[in-house]
């Protein structure tokens, strides 16, 4: 072997090592970070549309003094306000029946029809000169509902509510779910008040059991038109698509706004992870908490950028500390984790947003959270 070819054998080694050393400096570098142009352009907020100064075809129903109707007022409103469909609301707790003429649509959203006990004429005329009437609740048969209930197509109905564990699409009203039942993930349980049809009613949602009772369905009045959705499933956000199905029961037409895009947000992500073990998935995939994060669960999210062209949107929580009094400061915060999957989210495509600095939101002392566990 000559000199010649012993040197190099040794240098290549030293090169080798070189090239590693130069990866790991540029790999602690980190991501250049840029601002990128928004896909989508942002509209003027000089020119974009409200339904503020709409005129109001749709009359929203209430009764404020039954508190515990107060989540599905929300949901009906929010998704009206989603879908800019401009609407007048009316509490009968502390005010009359407006006269119906300039509405088209009224939704009554309540369980109790006896504030209605004197305008059942009213309401019945305007249903049969073309109005469309929509029950966003199942009733509680008292005195009113008894006087009119066959207007709504029911022709008998029980006093004993049936408890139901699952519900069936059984019309084309939404297309996707044609003769698809759906159980909440075997969560979802509701009480229906048992009944029986007219013949004319078009019958669009049932429960998936034996009984098949109708949950929603449609029933034709002179020139109008009566929507009933016979479940109490409306209480919160997750009902806000059987608004969109009773609406689409009650109207010919219904043309709202969409988007025509996805986002993929993932929420809390990067975040402060727990630390230890969970059992199932060390039963599972053989690492505690965090080794799941880093070796099974990114990647994976990674391996859908690449097929399908992802870009996923993070946003950023740097502790849980729940604390709302300053100074507010990063001491204890074990940020190695949090640049870590900074850099591979930004790296992926993706983008950052700010979810906050502990998730506790900016509220002043006297706000009602409706059940979540901040601190004012």
Not at 127 to 146: C, K, T
Request: charged share 20%.
């Amino acid at each position: 072997m000559t000199k010649k070819v012993f040197f190099f054998r040794l240098l290549n080694p030293v090169l080798v090592m070189l090239l590693l050393a130069c990866a790991i400096l540029l790999e602690k570098k980190g991501v250049k970070q840029e601002a990128k142009q928004p896909l989508l352009a942002i509209l003027d907020n000089q020119q974009t549309e409200t339904t503020a100064g709409m005129e109001a075809a749709v009359l929203v129903v209430v009764n404020r003094d039954r508190t515990e109707e107060i989540p599905f007022t929300i949901t009906l409103t929010d998704t009206l306000n989603e879908m800019k469909i401009a609407f007048h609301t009316v509490d009968l707790s502390q005010e009359e029946l407006p006269d119906l003429s300039p509405f088209s649509t009224v939704l009554f959203c309540s369980q109790s029809m006896q504030p209605l006990e004197h305008h059942l004429m009213k309401i019945s005329d305007w249903i049969n000169e073309g109005g469309h009437f929509g029950i966003m609740m199942s009733q509680e048969a008292d005195d009113v509902f008894r006087i009119f209930y066959r207007k709504f197509g029911i022709v008998e109905y029980g006093l004993e509510f049936h408890n139901y564990k699952s519900i069936r699409y059984i019309s084309d009203l939404l297309p996707l779910f044609i003769n698809t039942d759906y159980d909440g993930d075997g969560l979802l349980t509701d009480y229906a008040m048992p009944i029986q049809l007219e013949k004319d009613c078009t019958v669009h949602i049932t429960t998936a059991d034996d009984r098949q009772l109708p949950l929603l369905w449609e029933h034709p009045s002179g020139n109008g038109r009566i929507a009933f959705f016979n479940t109490t499933l409306m209480n919160n956000k997750a009902g806000r698509g059987y608004v969109l199905a009773i609406i689409f029961a009650l109207e010919d037409t219904v043309i709202y706004p969409i988007i025509n895009a996805g986002m993929i947000y993932i929420d809390d992500f990067p975040a402060p992870q727990p630390e230890g073990k969970d059992q199932a998935l060390l039963d599972a995939y053989g690492y505690d908490i965090k080794g799941f994060y880093r070796n099974h669960w990114w990647p994976d999210m990674k391996q859908l950028t690449w097929k399908y062209g992802l870009r996923y949107t993070g946003v950023l929580i740097e502790t849980y500390n729940d604390n709302v009094e300053g100074p507010f400061d990063d001491e204890g915060v074990e940020d190695t984790l949090l640049k870590f999957y900074t850099s591979e989210l930004l790296h992926s495509g993706g983008e950052l947003g700010l979810h906050g600095y502990n998730h506790m939101p900016l509220c002043p002392d006297g706000f009602a959270y409706q059940g979540e566990d901040y601190k004012t």
